[in-house]
């Protein structure tokens, strides 16, 4: 009786495989089920403490200036363009700027770029600047160098 005790009758054992092949088959059904962690899931709203792609431009602008500081860098440095200089300001900042491009756009590699110069002000403080740009195959043109400027006279 003492052997059959330990091998435990056969509803036991199927018991205990289907326990076994449960907790088998949720611990495989987790590697593919979602589950939203709202604390490791940010939002539009949030702040971060990332470094502000405008901050290359200078330390102070926010994300909201750097947007439209952007805005006027793309106009200003469009092979298409004029070659004016193109301002942009930030009212609720303060931050303010202005982008005049320098010379003719030019291929490098799969993207435009263009040389320019900058005024920066306001709230960030006065600041000139010369640089390069590039436009890649999106559209979108990012700081590629960037240095204090001074007039020389």
Do not use: H, Y
């Amino acid at each position: 009786m003492r052997g059959a005790e330990l091998r435990g009758s056969p509803s036991a054992r199927v018991a205990s495989c289907a326990a076994a092949l449960l907790a088998v088959a949720l611990c495989a059904g987790g590697c593919s089920t979602a589950v939203p962690l709202p604390s490791f899931m940010g939002s539009a709203n949030d702040v971060t403490g990332s470094i502000s792609p405008g901050a290359r431009l200078a330390p102070g602008l926010d994300v909201e200036d750097w947007r439209r500081a952007k805005g006027a860098l793309g106009l200003a440095l469009d092979p298409q363009g004029n070659g004016s200089p193109v301002t942009w300001d930030n009212p609720r900042s303060g931050a303010k700027g202005a982008f005049t491009p320098v010379g003719a756009a030019r291929p490098v590699e799969d993207r435009i770029c263009r040389a320019f110069l900058a005024e920066v002000g306001g709230s960030v403080g006065a600041k000139n600047l010369q640089g390069t740009a590039c436009r890649d195959k999106s559209g979108e043109w990012a700081l590629d160098d960037v240095k204090p400027w001074s007039r020389a006279g």
